[in-house]
């Protein structure tokens, strides 16, 4: 019985056996926390100090704690993030929303506007980066169906620019503006897309709009402004038969290229030193048997 009495007493003095006192849980590292706000370095595990607020037990005893030990001390209210709680550091963080993983934030969240830009957070074809396809849903969140990117109500058509082409007959998918019901405004553009530029109609071509600019050379050739000193489509003037292949149009007129090369009226440049039925001169034609060397029909 006195060994056992023995024990207890030195157990007391080492660890506050009974602990009657009524001391608080850190009076075992007073020791070395002299200050007693645990400010020190604790040679016992820190635990929660209720005089100082600190109802966590995160070990920094410094005050009122805003830490956290599990995800749902972190809720926000806000449904446009994600609530996380680090539980080594008691730490909450508040990441935007991205549902399907796409890497875009959500935009709405059951009603409430969101500071992301994905229309639909819950489908990962769905967002700001997508290809604009030819469905006649926004899958590329510009609040417009794909195959109608300008929202006049007209789908693209070929003509459209670098966007697939989806079958419709608009012609310029970006300017709303342009559409196969918009008025003739006798512009140098096709803004009904009939085909053609409007300067074209019978009744623009006086008009001021329809006027092309200098130099004195560019025409309205069917409602296009042409420079007939070197077009080789209207080279001279709007009603020039095109340049033959291989020539160019140089100061409005047609000029074959290369060595020997002539324009001899046809589809495409001869060339007058080896050419059977144009040896020399367009329409001299070698003798059956002879063929043109260098200009000469030779046997």
Same mark, same amino acid.
């Given at each position: 019985m006195t060994r056992k009495i023995l024990a207890c007493a030195a157990? *007391? /003095?080492? /660890? $506050? @056996? $009974?602990d009657k006192g009524g001391g608080s849980s850190d009076d075992a590292d007073a020791a070395m926390d002299t200050a007693g706000d645990d400010a020190g370095t604790d040679t016992v595990a820190d635990l929660p100090d209720a005089a100082e607020g600190d109802t966590a037990g995160e070990g920094d005893d410094t005050g009122a704690d805003a830490g956290c030990v599990a995800d749902g001390d972190c809720d926000d209210s806000d449904p @446009? %993030?994600?609530d996380d709680c680090d539980t080594d550091y008691g730490e909450c963080s508040h990441d935007p929303l991205d549902s399907d993983g796409d890497g875009y934030f959500a935009a709405e969240v059951g009603g409430t506007t969101c500071a992301g830009n994905d229309c639909d957070d819950s489908d990962a074809d769905v967002n700001p980066g997508a290809a604009v396809g030819c469905t006649a849903s926004d899958m590329d969140c510009s609040d417009l169906p794909d195959n109608d990117d300008d929202g006049d109500g007209y789908v693209r058509g070929a003509a459209a620019g670098a966007l697939e082409d989806c079958g419709g007959d608009d012609c310029d998918d970006a300017d709303a503006a342009v559409n196969p019901g918009a008025a003739n405004l @006798?512009?140098? %553009? =096709?803004?009904d897309c009939d085909g053609v530029n409007d300067c074209a109609a019978p009744e623009c071509p006086a008009d001021p709009s329809c006027v092309c600019p200098p130099p004195a050379t560019v025409l309205n050739c069917d409602g296009h402004c042409v420079d007939t000193a070197?077009?080789? =489509?209207h080279c001279g003037s709007c009603t020039a038969d095109p340049c033959p292949t291989g020539a160019v149009c140089s100061v409005g007129a047609c /000029? @074959?290229? $290369? =060595? $020997? *090369?002539?324009d001899c009226g046809g589809p495409a440049c001869v060339n007058l030193n080896t050419d059977f039925a144009n040896c020399n001169a367009c329409g001299h034609t070698c003798d059956a048997g002879q063929t043109c060397v260098d200009g000469d029909c030779t046997p």
């Open positions: 157990a *007391m /003095a080492i /660890a $506050g @056996c $009974g @446009c %993030t994600v @006798c512009a140098l %553009t =096709d803004q070197s077009d080789p =489509d /000029a @074959c290229v $290369g =060595d $020997g *090369m002539w």
